[in-house]
């Protein structure tokens, strides 16, 4: 990037002639211009651009400026907070802040009245046709072809012209699939040329992506609720729910073969023209000739059509009714094969999002309680990697000490704190590249080294600590949390873009409680499991036993279920589970008349001490007739505190 101090636009000129007039390779040319500048130039010249051009080419239709600025609607929309916060620095600044689109055509632009007015004279206005094959090198168009940020000055620019002009841009990357969608752009004559532009439309790119990664995770959701709310939602498993636009939003229902054999199908591609012109007939026509729709439902939201969910017959798909879903041995690595076990709704919706994960280069947000198997998603994701040697790397966040945990990420080299290996190490991400880094207890990373994991994902290279050596990687990361990281931003504690660069891609792993029957189906698989490893018989449960633990609030979930059926293996001498067998905390919620000591809370207890909590707290509101003033008291904690705890384990007060 040039600066005032070396940057010599007589030089520059000179070159620029001599490039133009002689047609050929500038051999001699001044060290000062610059390697991107000359690329850049050889591409316009390659394209048959005009050097002497006084103009670049204007969209005159106003009707096709109109749809133009439609189609990009959302792009506006997310840029609108970052020119609106921007515009009353730029108005005595002689500069304009642009937006333009994917082919490098001004759909927005604010600022200095008097430059806007000059910027007409050269079309650098709304409609503006601004791409390098068109005007040639500038700071919108040259960004827009190198996905790079650009500053171009005065006589680097290519057409003669604009070298009269200033212009720092940034491309803006679509968060979900990670191809530029338009620039931002910062112009004006060159009395505004500062070398610190270029990083404030960097920031200003930046925003955007985060508040585009917002409207698409807003309307994702928005549309699943919708979906969700149909008559339809269940009776098909075969399922893609596409956007207005035609892009594919969500996938489910379908074996890796249907997935391969129609790569279509992959969240983030447009798979549709715009909806809004297709009628339910047409829709099956433009789908890919080895997919056949067996019907189309569209989406409202607020009256609004939105989207469409299209139900797909894959011929060759796998029922997931009764079976499980299996999860392979990693490479070098001595264990058992995984089992995730369930057909309710949710987890089949879950267990799908994992599987279209793997598929999309993307970060991933797994979201769910304690005990609910968030892991075991992250496993899933890796498994089906094409690659069956990619490394899976774990790393508990809440378990590695503030001040340990950026050596153990990203690594350090010699010397860089006391007790520093000779050499160096490399970090988990290194370690993890090609494969997956999974982060488990992302929340309880300290916010001030969440800048730098938002570095890494963005840039896709880390730096060792201690040395500034770029080590590119190529990590799919999958963060794993317990906590409403919503709730966390607005406390401080996490950083509102990092949440937005790891929700990319969000599963949310469902509460044993609103799983239905899977509990019966786990607990025959964990059965097994014991029996096999004990020696023992299968044990058998009673219908009422069945009918309790299917009632049973799981507090702690899948990980407390597996430790009760562990319990029975442990401590029975028959094979029959009756009632009398089942441990206390699972009975308090059917019975409100049992001893409240400490014995009996703990005696034959599970194990898991979020259901020791509940317990504790069912019994307490018990003895004290739900006066939770007293029952607060009596456990020793805060009533914000109880009130927090009930609503975790959906405790009622009567």
């Not at 168009?141 to 841009?169: D, I, N």
């Not at 636009?245 to 996938?251: I, Q, S």
């Not at 950026?406 to 010699?414: I, R």
């Not at 469902?510 to 014991?530: C, K, M, N, T």
Request: hydrophobic share 40%.
């Amino acid at each position: 990037m040039p600066d005032n101090s070396s940057y010599s636009d007589t030089d520059t000129r000179e070159a620029w002639e001599r490039f133009v007039s002689a047609g050929t390779e500038v051999e001699d040319r001044p060290r000062k211009v610059r390697d991107e500048i000359l690329a850049s130039w050889r591409r316009s010249r390659e394209s048959g651009v005009d050097a002497a051009s006084v103009a670049s080419r204007k969209v005159y239709d106003d009707h096709q400026l109109h749809l133009r600025r439609e189609r990009n609607a959302a792009l506006r929309k997310a840029a609108s907070a970052a020119f609106k916060r921007l515009e009353p620095h730029l108005k005595e600044a002689r500069t304009i802040l642009i937006l333009a689109d994917d082919h490098g055509v001004i759909i927005d632009a604010i600022g200095d009245a008097h430059v806007l007015d000059e910027g007409q004279e050269i079309h650098l206005e709304l409609g503006g046709d601004w791409s390098e094959k068109t005007i040639g090198t500038n700071g919108i168009g040259t960004a827009l072809k190198t996905g790079k940020p650009a500053y171009v000055h005065a006589s680097e620019h290519f057409a003669e012209g604009v070298q009269a002009w200033t212009c720092a841009g940034a491309p803006i990357f679509d968060p979900f699939t990670q191809t530029v969608i338009g620039v931002v752009d910062l112009s004006g004559p060159p009395q505004i040329f500062r070398q610190h532009n270029v990083a404030l439309v960097l920031a200003a790119a930046r925003e955007i992506e985060i508040a585009l990664a917002e409207q698409k995770q807003v309307e994702r959701t928005q549309l699943l609720e919708a979906f969700l709310m149909s008559d339809y939602s269940r009776a098909h498993d075969s399922v893609v729910l596409v956007d207005q636009t035609g892009r594919v939003l969500f996938r489910r229902g379908f074996d890796k073969e249907m997935l391969q054999r129609a790569k279509e199908l992959s969240v983030g591609h447009k798979l549709l023209p715009k909806l809004a012109g297709l009628s339910d007939q047409d829709i099956p026509k433009l789908l890919p000739l080895n997919v056949e729709a067996e019907g189309i439902e569209r989406l409202k939201l607020e009256g609004v059509f939105r989207g469409a969910a299209l139900f797909l017959r894959d011929r060759n798909r796998v029922q997931r009714q009764g079976e499980t879903c299996t999860i392979k041995p990693r490479a070098n690595v001595v264990e058992d094969q995984i089992q995730i076990v369930g057909s309710s709704p949710k987890m089949v919706d879950a267990m799908g999002l994992a599987e279209r994960a793997a598929l999309a280069n993307v970060s991933v947000l797994i979201h769910g309680e304690t005990g609910v198997g968030k892991e075991l998603f992250a496993r899933l994701i890796h498994s089906r990697l094409s690659d069956d040697k990619a490394p899976y790397v774990p790393v508990n966040c809440a378990a590695i000490s503030s001040d340990l945990i950026g050596a153990e990420l990203f690594g350090y080299a010699t010397g860089a704190f006391t007790g520093a290996a000779q050499g160096g190490r490399a970090g988990k991400f290194e370690q993890a590249s090609g494969g997956v880094l999974c982060l488990d207890e992302i929340g309880d990373m300290p916010i001030e080294l969440q800048p730098y994991l938002l570095r890494a994902l963005e840039q896709r290279a880390i730096y060792r600590i201690g040395c500034s050596t770029r080590r590119p990687v190529d990590v799919r990361l999958v963060a794993m949390t317990n906590r409403d990281l919503r709730q966390e931003i607005e406390k401080g504690n996490f950083r509102r873009d990092l949440f937005y660069r790891l929700g990319v891609m969000t599963i949310e792993v469902p509460p044993l409680r609103e799983r239905g029957d899977d509990v019966i189906a786990l607990l025959d698989h964990f059965s097994q499991h014991y029996a096999t490893e004990t020696g023992q018989p299968p044990m058998t449960f009673t219908d009422k036993v069945q009918n309790l633990l299917r009632r049973y609030q799981w507090p702690g979930n899948v990980r407390e279920l597996r430790n009760v059926v562990q319990r029975f293996y442990l401590i029975k001498s028959d094979s029959v589970v009756t009632e009398r067998d089942l441990p206390p905390e699972i009975l308090d919620d059917f019975e409100a008349d049992g001893e409240d000591s400490l014995v009996h809370i703990l005696g034959g207890h599970s194990g898991d001490l979020e259901s020791i909590e509940a317990s504790a707290i069912r019994r307490t509101i018990s003895a004290e007739n739900g006066n939770l003033t007293r029952v607060a008291q009596v456990l020793g904690i805060s009533r914000p505190t109880l009130y927090r705890k009930m609503k975790r384990y959906r405790i009622q007060k009567a």
